[in-house]
């Protein structure tokens, strides 16, 4: 099951180790300018390689787009794009091709599928994430013609940061899109030694959307803060997704966490966005927590496929933490969500028919 | 959109202000026994009136089923299941018939759909969780049958409790389905002094499933744990959702939160029983942030229908917490989900189709 | 698999031997007026027992409408709707119990779930498309507000009858639904002669669909006509689906078979108002073939569940022809099929979001 | 929406002039050989170029598979085929590009869009179903693992033709795939002359599915008669679908039409081996009426994209016939649709999970 949204939808291919990568977005309205150089530009923000913060693997990852376009507009039929895989040549894996990493998907892929594919994380791979950036950056072209913005960055590394005041213009700029200025230098600093250590780091991902407006997300069932968890915890290494006050109003007073409404809005804003299930007009604040990448250089207690214990000493390079590169796949992941809801709240009312249909 | 999952998939109807709640459950395999004591006895556990920690309003919950049982089991024909309201009198709302509740869905349903009932929570109330829980007894009857169990209770009130040796066997003879000995006591009183003061308390659930065949989910965009996360952020009232280690993994480095394999399993379970998106074989472990009660008795902001702004003053009886009947939702929904999960597991490896279909 | 639809979507449920039969409706805009009346005298249009054409058998068929519905209007939840059974008791099955009727389903639900069900049709029985007509009347009451309207009758009887000129004005009031003045009474006499005759006839039933707007329809896979063809397809006793010149298109020559165009609209309407899958804005011409009553009451060779060849003597009442009942039925699919269609058709184009979002 | 299937899904994309058309096909088990050379075997079957039959347009239809496949087996993961246009190089359209073809979609794509692509068929262009064959040629690989087979061949071309006998081995070797040696030359003869004529001819095509297991299809709205219904309709050119005794049984009495039951099987198949919408175990017979190629080489009306009557004058290489190379699609389509009924009907019983899940 390899599609994720209903009227705005995408369809996703491809293994790390494979030639391609890539996603069929479906139901993207015709007319709309495609603008590959943003694409491009969203795609290059989760590229690694960049710096010494993130994997030194570097791919170029260029989009093409191979369907759907005409003249530079959507047509209304699906638009496939596609990634060229450029590190998926077979390297030595002798040493660890029988063997399970700890907390990587080979053992249940292995076991669901009876298939031991050594080369690498496969289909499993956070590779595939790159086409959900592209897929999500062509729902954010529809959704700025609504003028509905996503931000996004890191505010926790390893527990240091702070949980307030995101500065996301800042984090644009940042080597590690850190959120917090006065906090950047001591996350990289967490990031470099857990590298040096041959370890790795978990983080936190910071996504808000602005500008939706009121009444988008479907109860009871394809609810806008379900759908966000959904999208958010199927990133690969995330184990925790918050919205608004999240885990703080699990301790907190109803008078204290409910949101009071003046008339120019809400007085607070710890529903994050989202009451009953439906967007109320206040931004959309999500909270997505990243475990330590699983890749680590240390050694580590394991079993082979055939069950036998064995000790496991990795190799290669890999992100010294997810959230990093993570936090643009969370932005893109918001905006299918959005741009599938956008979509689906058409024709919620009767009213809405007549506006369509009837000049 | 009112259907919950796939090939196990539940339709569900009815407001809190109606005759009647339902929900039709679609692909339930023929030949299961239907046990309507255990129904019951499910829907039992998530009814209020029952004590001074849930809502003093009484409805007996009498499960009744219309179709797809033939002399006591299954035919593999849609069950629907239903519950009649019996507390859906009209009462006397002009104090707040014109009033936005604040934390509550009203506002965005009256946006969204242009109707105001001010009648009540109708659709967007957690009455219509009651054949949530109906439809999942019958999910756990299915998996019953491969000897897969939930267990769930409540680990935290208003901050108070612990992350720890959680005590399902207590917690299911607790009044507040608490997890801990120890701290059930200081947990009633915290609910109790809310109630008192005319506030409500957030609280943290905990959903624990056991002997879960590996293979479980169905990777990329069809995971256990988004799945799981769909699921329980759908649910009246929750605003985080973890799996595993959770929000902890996001603190923590590779070296501590990976999960050494042995021969006889998993050394931990930071994982949460999850790789990938598929289940490994060790429990699943869900851990519910619920916010307090939107509905307190103390006067709150607010605006009218009109815009204008207001002073509520809500009269009536509501829970205190919600975590305490949340949990049984919360079971109830993992329940659907691995049923879901368990079917579509099927044909996973082209073997399956033979064991299936050739003798 | 019991849900038809995907954005106007029904959920049915129940058996003809059971207490109920039920369709939760997903997906109707709120503020529509549901005029219980109108859907009343749909339901009546498919009821038997009304006069020597159709079955002796008597139901009321009163539609209850249990929620979705708020001081008449529709709220955007899910509509359930009901009718009782009234004929459903036990009556003496000891001649029949064991024993597959050729033509009916019961050999294959019993091949499939392993239930016998002697009591009758159960759920593969006609009883189920009840429900259908009230949901369709729900559908049409929508699309009433866009002008389209629906029309069907009867242009077959074994054989006899005309394939131009339907007078659906005339069928309206005919009790056998004829479509034409002059062939009528020979239709009827044909259905009375199989009647006595203790033998059932087939018969060809027509929808006609009007004002619709040019572009429903969803390439590639969710067509208007593959729609119409799955829903006609999916009615019991259908063999065959026609749309436009159908047929007759597979004899003809292209510049037979084409329909030309001039400013006023198309001058032929061979492609029954469907081109690549999209509605064309002429009238959508759809034939529908259905098989006699498999209900016979003459002696047949048949197998009892175990095997073993044996001689049926139905005994009872049954239509002794399919289509009179089924051309309501045909008819009510094809509102649900465009009722779906045009709600996902809004958002085809960008300029539609701009319209629908921005005042 | 341009994905078919629920567990054996196909999603396409691409048009009939852009670089590339392709199908990521989900749902696919593990371990299954996916044998390349039947595969463009397959695919070879509907390609034109070869006679004077079809058109002279030569493309070499090569088909690529990108990912899914490890080791020449499937890995469960999705698989993507592609094939590369080779003839989709802009051409001269200055006489036809603003002016609506007969027959085809060109009209309707452009208002239901708003997008003029004078290029040609585009994504409504049979070039598409290029690779629904080549998903058809991997469901067959997946069904003849359970010895389940599948036939194919035109019975008619322009009303000649016969209607029993069909002998589908001389179809394969036929250059029109005739069933019936005696009528072969004659119908070859309409087709050259209707070619010669600057004209097309109408024809039908017969799909036969022969040792389907009892009990594949999901009743009430996922059977495997309305699924046929559905992928066939949606085939382009197919104007009428039958199954079984199709039309005919509209015209007879039920004591001729019921299937009456031996020990060994059913006497007669009149029912088209589907009863109720699940398979009897009998062969599935599906007569499929394709219209003439709309492109004619004779002038006709029409309009233009903005309104004025004009004369249309193709000019081009197209087929005179569409149901020959036709049939083969019709015949893919029906293995996607047994595939996916094959996948969804494992879990019918509760037998069937223990069986699945416990050694």
New interface residues.
């Given amino acids: ?4 949204g ?2 705005f ?1 995408i ?5 790390s180790h ?5 996603a ?1 977005i ?2 993207v ?4 300018n495609i603008d590959l150089v943003f694409i491009q530009s969203e795609v290059e923000r989760r590229r690694g390689g960049k710096n010494s913060y993130t994997t030194q693997r570097k791919e170029s990852d260029e989009v093409e787009i ?3 376009v ?1 003249e530079g ?8 794009l596609i990634i060229k895989n450029e590190n998926q040549k077979s390297k030595d894996y002798s040493n660890v091709a029988q063997l ?1 990493r ?4 080979d ?3 292995f ?5 031991r ?1 050594y080369r690498g994380g ?3 791979s956070a590779r ?1 994430t790159a086409v959900r950036v592209g897929a999500g950056a062509i729902a954010k072209l ?1 959704l700025r ?2 003028n509905i913005k996503f931000m996004s960055g890191v505010s ?1 590394i ?2 240091i940061g702070k949980d307030r005041e995101y500065d996301f213009e800042f984090a644009k700029n940042s080597e590690i899109y850190s959120l917090s200025p006065e906090f950047e230098n001591e996350q990289k600093r967490i990031i470099i030694e ?1 590298k040096e250590s041959h ?6 991902a910071i996504v808000k959307i602005i500008n939706l ?3 988008l ?7 806008l ?10 990133i ?1 290494g995330v ?9 703080k ?15 120019n809005g809400f ?1 607070t804003n ?3 966005g989202v ?7 206040e931004s959309v604040d999500i ?1 997505i ?8 250089f ?1 050694e ?4 082979d496929v055939f ?3 064995k000790l496991l000493n990795l190799k290669g390079r890999h992100d010294p933490t997810i ?1 990093v590169r993570g936090s643009i796949v969370a932005e893109a992941m918001a905006s299918l969500v959005i741009a599938d809801l ?17 000049n």
Same sequence: chains 1, 2, 3, 4.
């Fill in positions: 099951m390899n599609r994720f209903n009227r939808a369809t996703t291919f491809g293994e494979g030639e391609i990568i890539g069929v479906d139901g309205p015709s007319g709309l191979l369907s759907g005409f507009k959507s047509t209304g039929t699906p638009i496939a399970f700890p907390g990587h998907a053992f249940t892929y076991h669901k599928y009876g298939i594919d496969g289909r499993s595939e529809m013609e609504l926790f390893g527990g857990a370890d790795s780091v978990g983080g936190i407006p009121i009444g997300g479907e109860p009871l069932y394809y609810k803060d379900s759908l966000i968890a959904d999208a958010m915890m199927g690969n184990k925790a997704v918050e919205i608004g006050a999240g885990v109003s699990s301790k907190s007073m109803g008078s204290d966490n409910n949101d009071q409404i003046l008339k007085v710890n529903a994050g009451l009953g299930g439906i967007s109320n007009g909270k927590h990243f475990k330590p990448t699983p890749s680590i240390l580590q207690k394991t079993i069950g036998e214990e959230v956008v979509l689906l709240n058409m024709g919620r009312r009767i009213g809405d028919l007549k506006k369509c249909y009837i």
